[in-house]
């Protein structure tokens, strides 16, 4: 592994919170209109330009413009630290995986990168690495999830955050923080680990044909490229499982278990609901998550190599 890759820990612990914050501020609006529309029951008819039309007006008339950032705080509790934890968690198990013989990067990889410090593994490696990572900082992080998602529906009226894991934590005891946190897993291991790979190989296979093309790398292109088109395919694949997260999450009366609550949905036909609403918030935010976290390792490996 060139020694580019081995940047201090620190950097990623930084760089994650700077990406998490740019991301969760920017596109609170899109997690806020798709819990809108997952909570609704009834058969999908779409996303439809006239029903989210509906939907930001009927916002903005309740609560003005800053409604379509309600839940933000939620957002930061749970991205800043979160995003942090996971690219610094990630980091390290792809550094270890490094070592293994099975999980190392083939030889068609680009070892000695101009647009990355990052480490690289095989397919696999990635995969795995990625599904890991997300899965156990999504466990951690359940409690701010929930509250995020009952910020963003209008079922509940909670005015604080305090007020909100209040309110679940007399109705539903500790059990309800981690409502929905299965079929997050489910949701988050496969998201993660087909993002990871998809993006590191996008990544890789983009580079090759500029460096082909006799032209610089521009790096801030390829990481939101790169991110940007992993992060559609993802989504796709997995978003069935974030419309029950989100039911069972806000109506756990309802929706008592992963079962039930799968059955329910392909009942009512609602498994694609605000899928057009996340694909296109994950698109903008793999693309700003990482290239800001990417940008940012890099900033900070030229300025300690200046040092």
């Not at 934590?169 to 309800?176: E, I, M, S, T």
């Not at 088109?229 to 069935?240: D, E, G, N, R, V």
């Amino acid at each position: 592994m060139s020694s580019k890759s081995k940047a201090p820990t620190s950097n990623h612990l930084i760089a994650g919170a700077a990406s998490g914050f740019t991301s969760a501020i920017a596109l609170q609006p899109f997690d806020l209109m798709k819990t809108r529309l997952q909570q609704i029951d009834s058969r999908s008819t779409g996303m439809g330009v006239d029903r989210l039309v509906g939907i930001a007006r009927s916002i903005v008339d309740a609560h003005g413009w800053r409604g379509l950032w309600r839940g933000t705080n939620a957002t930061l509790l749970r991205n800043v630290p979160g995003v942090a934890v996971y690219l610094y968690g990630l980091q390290g198990i792809r550094s270890h995986m490094t070592k293994m013989p099975q999980f190392r990067a083939p030889v068609t990889a680009v070892q000695n990168s101009v647009t990355t410090v990052l480490p690289k593994l095989s397919r696999e490696g990635d995969l795995f690495a990625g599904a890991i990572a997300r899965v156990t900082v999504g466990f951690l992080l359940n409690p701010f999830t929930v509250v995020k998602a009952r910020f963003e529906s209008d079922l509940f009226n909670y005015k604080t955050m305090g007020e909100a894991f209040r309110g679940i934590l007399r109705k539903q005891g500790a059990v309800g923080l981690l409502s929905g946190w299965t079929p997050s897993a489910i949701r988050d291991a496969p998201y993660a680990g087909i993002f990871l790979l998809f993006y590191e190989q996008i990544k890789d296979s983009t580079e090759r044909a500029v460096t082909r093309s006799h032209k610089q790398p521009f790096p801030g292109l390829i990481h939101s490229f790169s991110a940007a088109t992993a992060a559609a395919i993802a989504s796709c694949i997995t978003h069935p499982f974030d419309v029950v997260k989100t039911k069972m999450q806000l109506r756990p009366e309802r929706y008592t278990s992963l079962t039930n609550a799968i059955w329910i949905v392909l009942k009512e036909k609602t498994f694609f609901n605000g899928l057009a609403l996340r694909m296109s918030r994950k698109v903008l935010s793999s693309a700003l998550t990482w290239t800001v976290y990417e940008g940012v390792l890099l900033l900070l490996r030229d300025r300690q190599a200046a040092l």
